[in-house]
């Protein structure tokens, strides 16, 4: 009788210390390390503003990254850790317990508020740029890692294929969701003539592609105060995978909006401008915008341009170019660092840009109306040398003329086209204010020294 007690007692001992009794077979212990391994970064937004509201804080829409398992089993995320920095690879310890499911996705709240919950991670996302990397914390190995570029407001970026390659910008962000099922994409939206005069019909194409066929496409379109009016879009041949409808002719002064909507087969479907809460396509019937760009960028000044009303200071500054063969008049044109105010400077009256010509602007804050007869280039705001946004608007509630966004300036450091106005833009020593744009503006340079 003892000895069976003994046997019992025995057998109860080995049974308890095996894994299978305490942890689920999906998740054997044996396999847990090379089901980790296989982890990988899947997708990602450092510029969240409507996309993705947090659970735990209605009203926030932090910064957020994604997680996949391409595995058959669940996966414990137990010994992992998350971090916006290589040389800290421990920063943010995954709470133990936290699992991702076969085959499925787990998005964490870059907001940099730990306290909500195991969840949401101590550091948020620079839009700028930087680094995400997932890390086994025994060993400090990284399981996965990316460094990204500047991030576009409300656009993420992920894995085309879920866990796979390549990395692309997702206009439709799918976070907790795979990638690969995609709704349909808009893009190249044209609008013929750009500028239509009274009595002018006006054609819009775009662009429209879907891999698992289109149901319908269209484009809805209406004026202040008017019910809007939804027009079908048909395929032209002129275009592969091109659209077109016809919007009917306004007279002078009536502002059109319109935006596409394109639904595929399986119900996805596809926006453009992306969000209803974007500013949708906009025309002014007889405006005739001149054709200006912002040809050149300072937003670090500290010896290479002087103030000509104060030479001990040296101002922000924009170049604005006009390529044509004839002066252009600045009257009723805006400048702005805020694409929600996009009147927030008010050119002076009598202002002109000379043909082929530049005229400058210094963004110091510093235009008191008053001094406009004497000060008329200075402009009611600076820029940030973090980065920041200029514009070149003819009308509020238009596209502007011309527009920059750039991230982080290095000191005397200047955003400028070469060719002037139609080259893309560099960041680069070769500043040239007031004269045309140097042709190293498009050579490779060493980092620029500079100072915090």
Known sequence: MLFRLLLIVGVLAIVLMSPSAWWPASADTTNLAPAQANLRINEFMASNSTTLEDPDEPGAFPDWLELYNPGPNPVRLDGLFLS??????????????????????????????????????????????????????ESDTVIDSYSYGFQETDISEGRQVDGGLPWRFFETPTPGATNTILPPNISNVQQTPAQPMAGETVTVTAIINDDRGLSSAILTYNLPGANPVTVPMSATSELESGYLAI???????????YFLVATDEDGLTARSPRLESQRPYRYLVGLQAPTLYINEVMAHNTGVLKNPRLPDDFPDWVEIYNPGDEDVS??????????????????????????GGFVLFYADNNNDSQQWPVWPHHTNFALARDGEYVGLYAHAELAPIDEIEFGYQSTNGVMARYPDGTGPWVHTGCYSPGEPNEPCAVQAHLPLASSP
């Open 84 to 137: 916006d920095n290589p040389n800290r690879p421990t920063k943010f310890a995954i709470a133990d317990g936290v699992t991702i499911p076969a085959r499925g996705f787990l998005v964490f709240y870059a907001d940099n508020d730990p306290e909500k919950g195991p969840l949401h991670t101590n550091f948020a996302l620079n839009r700028q740029t930087g680094y995400i990397g997932l890390f086994h914390g």
């Open 330 to 355: 600045l009257d009723g044109l805006f400048l702005t660092d805020n694409p929600d105010a996009p009147t927030k400077y008010p050119i002076p009256s009598g202002l002109t840009v000379p043909a």
């Open 247 to 257: 919007i009917p002719p306004f007279p002078d002064g009536a502002l059109v909006s």
